[in-house]
T-cell receptor, first 113, second 112 residues
């Protein structure tokens, strides 16, 4: 199974500033990659996914992520954040032949006015 | 659309008590999962069921059992609760490999 490292546990950011959340995974074999968002007291919602094809993936709410196979990374970005983006973000990875998803520890994004 | 429904939303148990967490999905998904979420540790897989009739251990199965009752329902049982099982439990479902997981809203369990 994959292991997933989210390099920042907390990211404070001002409203309308850009944000990048970093994610690295353990193996360079072919994988599926996901970012999820969790708002307070809710379940996880899918932001975006990479299955194959273009390495730049666009998701909901203006988020995008770039897959870099050589660096085994899948960093999430948003050019201009809103207060409503305050949430916890999880990177997740699975091998192609595996049903199981491995999650990172999460990054808490706090957007301040 | 209900999606993935978990019951109960909250539960307090005393050490040694048992309980079953219920999960049902209405998306006709083949695979179902139970995760626990603890601060600073992300989500860890307890058990999963790749298809109806099969169940397999995940990363942290000790102290838990599961039943895939039918295609829709996947329950998680704590036979003798321990304080280390205080956590938020999420059920999820998905279709084929590579499909994203759909999550329930979680059960917040406290064991005293």
């Amino acid at each position: 199974a994959q292991s997933v490292t989210q390099l920042d546990s907390q990211v404070p950011v001002f409203e309308e500033a850009p944000v990048e959340l970093r994610c690295n995974y353990s193996s360079s074999v072919s994988v599926y990659l996901f970012w999820y968002v969790q708002y307070p007291n809710q379940g996880l919602q899918l932001l975006l996914k990479y299955l194959s094809g273009s390495t730049l993936v666009k998701g909901i709410n203006g988020f995008e992520a770039e897959f870099n196979k050589s660096q085994t990374s899948f960093h999430l970005r948003k050019p201009s954040v809103h207060i409503s983006d305050t949430a916890e973000y999880f990177c997740a990875v699975s091998d192609l032949d595996d049903y199981k998803l491995s999650f990172g520890a999460g990054t808490t994004v706090t957007v301040r006015a | 659309n209900a999606g993935v429904t978990q019951t109960p939303k909250f539960q307090v148990l005393k050490t040694g008590q048992s309980m079953t967490l219920q999960c049902a999905q209405d998306m006709n998904h083949n695979s179902m999962y139970w995760y626990r979420q603890d601060p600073g540790m992300g989500l860890r897989l307890i058990y999963y069921s790749a298809s109806e009739g099969t169940t397999d251990k995940g990363e942290v199965p000790n102290g838990y059992n599961v039943s895939r009752l039918n295609k829709r329902e996947f329950s998680l049982r704590l036979e003798s609760a321990a304080p280390s099982q205080t956590s938020v439990y999420f059920c999820a479902s998905s279709d084929l490999g590579g499909s994203p997981l759909h999550f329930g809203n979680g059960t917040r369990l406290t064991v005293t």
